[in-house]
């Protein structure tokens, strides 16, 4: 007997993560009844990173005369907090994340040309 044909026990091939919470014992009188709470055991993210929106936010500013340096270094470093962050506690912001250390690496090394052709 399966799950598909109304077995309420779970899956022992399912890893322990995705187990149903709160299922009706096997001996439960209607175990087509639902149950308060049924759910599987998913993480929740719970909103965005907000180091990750400010890695994007310092990295983009690395456009910036004079100061662009330090912010492209600034978003690089909190994208790579932001990423530590996300896989420790699942939240939203990888993206955003990924794209402060790219745009970070791209606007430091756009204000190194630049600053290597101003001198000359």
Known sequence: MTAADGDP???PHLPPEWAP???PPPGHPDPAAPVAGFGYGTPVRSGTNPIAVAALGS???GFVPY???VLS???IVLGTVA???IKQA????YGLAVSAIVVG???LIIGLIWTIYAMR
């Open 59 to 61: 990295a983009i500013a």
């Open 83 to 85: 990423l530590n962050q």
């Open 105 to 107: 690496v791209a606007t």
């Open 73 to 75: 270094i600034v978003g």
């Open 90 to 93: 699942p939240q939203n912001g």
């Open 9 to 11: 026990r779970p899956d």
């Open 21 to 23: 919470v709160n299922v």
């Open 67 to 69: 100061f662009g340096g």
